[in-house]
């Protein structure tokens, strides 16, 4: 901490606002120093050293250095002050001095123990004051490195503030300027949307208060002139998740209704979005939300960012002091709110291959609470609030794999001493975590949790920079986990009571890693997944799980076409392995058939024949559909919206 009676240091800004009024005036260069320039202090004239104009003079300075200097000098003596009174507060009580009060002399060194009693009472209450205002401190420090950006740098005006500035980063130019704003809808299809919502997407991500929200609801449709700008935010967003969830082509009348819904939201963002409140981070994960499902109109990656600073600017990141005393329901809502953050932060980074926004280090916040079995299966019945069993079971998977995530993919390239183990032990980790997944979340939930989980089993075990190359085990981890998770996703798609089930553009991209994965295990570990004595079934799975990875990439192309370069690219990848196992099957169907002659004629002959296997040597040189052309796994693929998505080569 600065000491108050220290002299301040000179600081200076690289490059100067304005130059002072003098160096203007006799056309020299200006340095910009501070509180006068180097010119004007050689000339003698360091006290008329102004700014250029009325809105840099000084004492009007909106500079950044300058509103840094005011600021920190206001937090120096707050916490001079606040240190002073808590240190007289502590010696009083070790003492066992009774607090006096000031407006009562005569309570002074009153030994009744009613008095000692209500003294000690207003010690620890003074004490509780004094440690919110700490932590509101605290706060203030990250709020004012980013509100000095905001506000101060360039000058406040009605045209920037830190919402316009973040929806500039993020959204894509022209994606709604199309679109008109919708009204709100009938209370009954509205009422729909947002059950729906808290149905499928709120249970594994609940960053609202569920029942202020349902009270905005409320405040919205009975006036909407008397409702908070976050009210109708919020209302408008979770109608345009929910709509935009149900979207199965981009051209529907759900995916238009949904956009109108987002650009409604969108003129409050300014007042929402806000860089010191609970409330910014709130907002920006419904538009995270959004941008999910539809990556045409905003970049996930810029808004989880904008999301994170958010938090950790306002301390979510860490538990409270123990001395403060929250409300029960502000302290989980808290937390719910953090993880909120974590779970889409580790999901995106993973998925586009990217460092996370903040490391596991600076993390010290405990999970959220979790209802009673048997109260959770009672409110579920009632339907009066949604259980966190899901979501905080989604969250420890979050914690698994984004400690392996950093210590293989964000760490370096100096190779483990035994990879083998290190892949097998967090591979047991997340076996257990699928043991202990809740009896009583919904199946729809239960379905996406085993699919994420297939696909964190061949992330873990698949090529890295600290694991370059894997093992034969590995390899057939990989390969069983990437025909699960194929097989298991196109039966969802397959299956009508799976209607509703919400997936994304992440999704996409996962398949195309999933399938990726499989194609290259096949072609360089065949010998070992797939022996010359491998079953007929075991050669049909295979080959159903390419084919499951091209219908999932197909059935995505008409709700993002973009997954069509990710569909074409993987088929071609594939059209070798195909034509290898189809040779290999159609070999084993024609010794049965031989098989299955020559018992015949065994039956009408005296004299038994040995069956000849005419066996034929493969290349790929040679393989039908290949065309002559070697297979050559390639394993870079350009999204528009997303950049590039690198996939690490077996070698």
């Known amino acids: ?150 506000r101060d740098f360039y000058g406040f005006t009605e045209q920037i503030s830190y919402g316009r500035i973040a929806l500039k980063a993020s959204i894509v130019p022209g994606a709604l300027d199309n679109k008109p704003r919708a009204q709100l809808p009938p209370r009954n299809t509205a009422t729909q949307l947002v059950q729906h919502y808290f149905d499928k997407i709120f249970t594994t991500l609940p960053c609202l208060n569920e029942s202020s929200f349902f009270g905005a609801v409320e405040s919205v449709y009975r006036d909407r002139n008397a409702a908070s700008q976050f009210d109708i935010f919020c209302v408008y967003m979770v109608l345009a998740v929910g709509t935009m969830s149900l979207s199965k082509t981009r051209d529907s009348t759900a995916a238009h209704n949904a956009a109108c819904f987002v650009k409604s939201a969108l003129e409050h963002a300014d007042s929402v979005i806000s860089p010191s409140e609970i409330k910014g981070v709130q907002a920006t994960l419904l538009l995270v939300q959004y941008s999910m499902l539809e990556p045409a109109h905003f970049n996930s990656w810029y808004l989880i960012g904008v999301a994170s600073r958010i938090m950790i600017d306002i301390g979510l990141h860490q538990e409270p002091l123990e001395l403060s005393k929250r409300k029960p329901a502000e302290m989980d809502l808290r937390r719910r709110i953090f993880y909120c953050v974590y779970t889409l932060d580790r999901s995106i980074s993973m998925v586009l291959q990217r460092p996370f926004t903040f490391s596991d280090d600076s993390v010290q916040v405990v999970l959220p609470r979790v209802e009673d079995t048997s109260l959770a299966q009672h409110l579920v019945t009632r339907g009066t609030l949604t259980p966190m069993a899901a979501a905080v079971h989604l969250f420890k998977l979050r914690q698994l794999q984004s400690n392996w995530y950093q210590t293989l993919h964000l760490c370096g390239n100096e190779l483990l001493e035994d990879p083998a183990s290190y892949v097998h032990e967090h591979t047991e980790k997340l076996a257990r975590w699928r043991e202990q997944i809740p009896e009583t979340i919904s199946q729809f939930t239960r379905d996406w949790l085993l699919l994420e989980w297939h696909y964190l089993n061949v992330y873990v075990a698949a090529p890295s920079p600290k694991i370059p190359r894997i093992s034969a085990e590995a390899m057939t981890q990989i390969f069983g986990h990437c025909a699960s998770y194929a097989i298991a996703f196109r039966a969802i798609l397959n299956d009508s009571g799976n209607s509703r089930f919400v997936y994304t553009y992440h999704d996409a991209l996962r398949t195309y890693f999933v399938g990726s994965n499989l194609l290259h295990t096949l072609y360089h570990a065949e010998g070992t997944l797939l022996p010359p004595t491998a079953q007929e079934k075991d050669l049909e799975r295979a080959s159903e799980s390419i084919h499951a990875i091209v219908f999932v990439l197909s059935n995505m192309i008409i709700r993002w076409p973009d997954s069509e370069a990710l569909r074409d690219k993987f088929h071609s990848e594939a059209n070798y392995i195909l034509a290898k196992l189809k040779r290999r099957l159609d070999r084993i169907n024609a010794e049965k058939v031989q098989e299955q002659q020559e018992r015949v004629l065994r039956n009408q002959m005296s004299f038994e024949r040995w069956p000849t296997h005419n066996q034929q040597q493969l290349s790929p040189m040679s393989a039908s559909g290949a065309q002559g052309i070697p297979f050559v796994m390639s394993g870079h693929v350009a999204t528009p919206d997303f950049g590039n998505v690198a996939f690490y080569r077996y070698t």
């Open 1 to 150: 901490m600065v000491d108050g009676t220290s002299s301040a240091p000179l600081l200076r800004v690289s490059r100067p606002v304005s130059a002072c009024s003098r160096c203007r005036g006799a056309k020299v260069k200006c340095d910009g120093k501070l509180p006068s320039c180097t010119a004007c202090v050689k000339a003698g004239k360091a006290r008329e050293c102004t700014g250029g104009s009325d809105q840099f003079a000084r004492g009007k300075e909106r500079s950044y250095i300058s509103s840094l200097e005011c600021r920190l000098e206001k937090l120096e003596k707050r916490l001079v002050e606040l240190d002073t009174r808590q240190a007289s507060v502590y010696a009083q009580a070790g003492n066992g001095q009774p607090t006096s009060d000031p407006a009562n002399p005569n309570s002074i060194g009153d030994s009744k123990p009613s008095n000692a009693h209500e003294a000690s009472t207003k010690s620890r209450a003074k004490r509780r004051v004094e440690a919110d205002e700490m932590e509101e401190l605290v706060a203030d420090l990250g709020y004012m490195a980013i509100n000095a950006v905001t």
